[in-house]
C-alpha cells in the first residue's frame, strides 16, 4: 500500500504560480515512478507529467511542457510540479500518482500504468 497526500493547490491569476506537492508513504519512495495527472470539469484525467524512480527521466504533456517542471526530493519522499504562466485551461484537480516496479528510468504515461493515487488537490486560475 502507498498513500499520497497532495498539497498546494488554491486559486492564482493568469500568469501566476503554483508548487504541488505529494508526500508518499507505505512504501520505499525509490521504488515508486511519480506522475501527476488532472482532471477539469466534464472532462477526462489526463496526464500531465511523470518523473522516474531515478530522478534523471522526465516527460510532460504537450500543453505544460516550457510551463511546468516535475522533481522529487528522494530524501523526503515528496514530489513536487512547479507551474508557471499559469493559464484558465489549467484550472483542474490535480492528482498524483505512484507506479511500482518500473525500471529506474521508466516513466510511466498512462493512467492504468498507475498502481496509487492521492485524493487531489484543487488548482483554479482566474482569467
Known amino acids: 500500500q502507498v498513500q499520497l497526500v497532495e498539497s498546494g493547490g488554491g486559486l492564482v491569476q493568469t500568469g501566476g504560480s503554483l508548487r504541488l506537492s505529494c508526500a508518499a508513504s507505505?512504501?520505499?519512495?525509490?521504488?515508486?515512478?511519480m506522475g501527476w495527472f488532472r482532471q477539469a470539469p466534464g472532462k477526462e484525467r489526463e496526464f500531465v507529467a511523470v518523473i522516474a524512480r531515478s530522478g534523471s527521466s522526465t516527460y510532460y504533456a504537450e500543453s505544460v511542457k516550457g510551463r511546468f517542471t516535475i522533481s522529487r526530493d528522494n530524501a523526503k519522499d515528496t514530489v513536487y510540479l512547479q507551474m508557471n504562466s499559469l493559464k484558465p485551461e489549467d484550472t483542474a484537480v490535480y492528482y498524483c500518482?505512484?507506479?511500482?516496479?518500473?525500471?529506474?528510468?521508466?516513466?510511466?504515461?498512462?493512467?492504468?500504468?498507475?498502481?496509487?493515487w492521492g485524493q487531489g488537490t484543487q488548482v483554479t486560475v482566474s482569467s
Open positions: 507505505g512504501r520505499t519512495f525509490i521504488s515508486l515512478a
Open positions: 500518482a505512484s507506479a511500482m516496479g518500473r525500471g529506474l528510468w521508466t516513466i510511466p504515461r498512462t493512467s492504468d500504468e498507475y498502481d496509487y
